[in-house]
């Protein structure tokens, strides 16, 4: 069955400084990865997705991320965080047959000024 | 703003009770997911229609049940309820590929007392 670890509970990061946040997955065919970050009080709002083609992928916010299929990995990256990008980031793989997305547990990004 | 609407915002009510969740999807999007997000149990997937009808199931108690009318709207109806089923629950909507991004909708808090 398909999953998403995402191993870092919390992080906390000095506004400036750059920020990686791992995700892990499993699942037997190509899968299609997401990053959603929820801000407190707010609904999930999709940073990037992965389907194919270059593995290193840019979203919104100056947020890129790199699918590596050796390390069963997506980790999301940021070269220079801001206060504003305090928030609780989600892994997410979509399973092409059920369209249901599998999230990780989430990580909550605390940003020291 | 993703386009995916959901009322009400909050909902507090009694154990034993009944409620019903509304979710307008993003014009155009035929498919319309539901997912609880709970302190113990994360984000997990409940059930996806698609232009009316029920595509895929997820951990849905026998309890909950949902539908998609005519007009694309969808409501989340969850009966005796209980003290665990206090959690957010969101709506998202995507268009007729199974792949399509979901766009989530701001959720539903319910408190059950």
């Known amino acids: 069955a398909q999953s998403v670890t995402q191993p870092d509970i919390h992080i906390t990061v000095s506004e400036g400084a750059s920020l990686e946040l791992r995700c892990n997955y499993s699942y037997g065919a190509t899968p299609y990865l997401f990053w959603y970050v929820q801000s407190p009080g707010q609904g999930l709002q999709l940073l990037l997705k992965?389907?194919?083609?270059?593995?290193l992928v840019q979203g919104i916010k100056g947020f890129e991320a790199e699918f590596k299929r050796s390390q069963s990995s997506f980790n999301l990256r940021k070269p220079s965080v801001h206060w504003s990008d305090a928030a609780e980031y989600f892994c997410a793989v979509l399973t092409g047959t059920a369209s249901k997305l599998t999230f990780g547990t989430g990580t909550r990004l605390q940003v020291t000024l | 703003d993703s386009g995916v609407t959901q009322t009400p915002k909050h909902l507090i009510t009694a154990t034993g009770q009944r409620v019903t969740l509304r979710c307008s999807p993003r014009s155009g999007d035929l498919s319309v997911y539901w997912y609880q997000q709970s302190l113990d149990q994360g984000l997990q997937f409940l059930i996806q229609y698609y232009n009316g009808e029920e595509r895929a199931k997820g951990n849905i108690l026998e309890r909950f049940s949902a539908q998609q009318f005519p007009d694309l709207h969808s409501e989340l109806n969850l009966s005796s309820l209980e003290l665990g089923d206090s959690a957010l629950y969101f709506c998202?909507?995507?268009?007729?590929?199974?792949?399509?991004?979901?766009?989530f909708g701001p959720g539903t808090r319910l408190t059950v007392l």
């Open positions: 992965y389907f194919s083609g270059d593995t």
């Open positions: 998202a909507s995507s268009g007729k590929d199974s792949t399509d991004t979901q766009y």
